[in-house]
Nanobody, 119 residues
Framework: QVQLVESGGGLVQPGGSLRLSCAAS????????MGWYRQPPGEGREMVAV???????HYGGSMEGRFTVSRDNVGNTVYLQIDGLKPEDTAVYYC?????????????WGQGTQVTVSS
């Protein structure tokens, strides 16, 4: 059983910074991809950033610049550094992991952590 547990969300003032963490447990060693999606209020889920096992990172839409994704050396923890937070960054942020079991692709999601940007 794979579990993804996020931490680090909260209320932040505009212009502030936040670092989200996601720890993976279970049969998820060296996941092919780990990263973050977000879902703003009343909107659909969108990709923020995903890092692949080789180190390459992909960022969604206009995310590159203020968002930085990274993984620890073991590869079971993924981080999201967010700088220059804006009110429009308010969303539930979900941790994501993808692994291959042979030719079968398995996607896993965390429960989400709320980030609210407000003065």
């Amino acid at each position: 059983q794979v579990q993804l547990v996020e931490s680090g969300g909260g209320l932040v003032q505009p212009g502030g910074s936040l670092r989200l963490s996601c720890a993976a447990s279970g049969n998820i060693n060296n996941a092919y991809a780990m990263g973050w999606y977000r879902q703003p209020p009343g909107e659909g889920r969108e990709m923020v950033a995903v890092q692949f096992i080789g180190g390459t990172a992909h960022y969604g839409g206009s995310m590159e610049g203020r968002f930085t994704v990274s993984r620890d050396n073991v590869g079971n923890t993924v981080y999201l550094q967010i700088d220059g937070l804006k009110p429009e960054d308010t969303a539930v942020y979900y941790c994501y992991a993808q692994k291959y079991r042979g030719t079968i692709v398995e996607d896993y999601w965390g429960q989400g952590t709320q980030v609210t940007v407000s003065s």
